[in-house]
């Protein structure tokens, strides 16, 4: 369903994110994060000079690798355009997330690591998404495969994390009475 009719209006500025999961040869996952902050105007930067119409003004790059328990194994983090020269040299901090895992408490954890002047604004914020990018490409397989004849992947008996984070999946709704029924707990 599109937006409804707006007054008459300019665009004038275009944040682009993209999220990608991928499976590693290696039995680790790699999400991935890009954006781009773009305007429709052309403007002066101390450092940079004339940033051109289309021209990033923000391009950050975020690879995280984790594990099959969502543990961060590696990171990656890279900044190619910013409007300041001292902007690239905060990514060496990133790693200091290797090692927590992306689970509750996710977002805490991320801040008292590269929150604030411990890290870029635009990086970190690609980071708190990153756990349902985890959880949308590793469980969605992992159940697939469970169906497999062949399947060597063992069925968890654990909660899933996924309960009573949002209304669809509130242990009183019909959605868990179907995909995880013994956590349900509404009438029948």
């Not at 403007?43 to 969502?70: A, Q």
């Not at 004849?149 to 654990?158: E, G, I, L, Q, R």
Request: charged letters at 25%.
């Amino acid at each position: 369903m599109p937006f409804p009719e707006s007054v008459a209006r300019k665009h004038v500025h275009t944040r682009a994110i993209d999220y990608r999961g991928f499976e590693r040869d290696d039995g680790m996952w790699d999400i991935e994060a890009h954006m781009t902050d773009t305007k429709t105007y052309a403007f002066k930067n101390n450092w940079r000079g004339e940033v051109k119409v289309g021209e990033p003004l923000h391009e950050m790059l975020l690879r995280v690798t984790i594990d099959d328990e969502f543990v961060i194994r590696e990171v990656v983090a890279v900044t190619d355009n910013s409007p300041f020269q001292m902007c690239p040299s905060i990514t060496p901090n990133y790693s200091s997330i290797i090692g927590i895992k992306m689970g509750p408490g996710w977002r805490k954890a991320i801040r008292m690591k590269v929150g604030g002047v411990r890290g870029c604004t635009h990086l970190t914020e690609l980071l708190f998404p990153m756990a349902t990018v985890a959880m949308q490409t590793i469980w969605p397989l992992l159940r697939h495969r469970k169906k497999q004849p062949d399947s060597k992947v063992t069925k968890s008996k654990s909660r899933p994390v996924v309960l009573d984070t949002c209304h669809a999946w509130s242990t009183d709704s019909p959605i868990v009475k179907e995909n995880a029924p013994d956590y349900y707990t509404g009438e029948d």
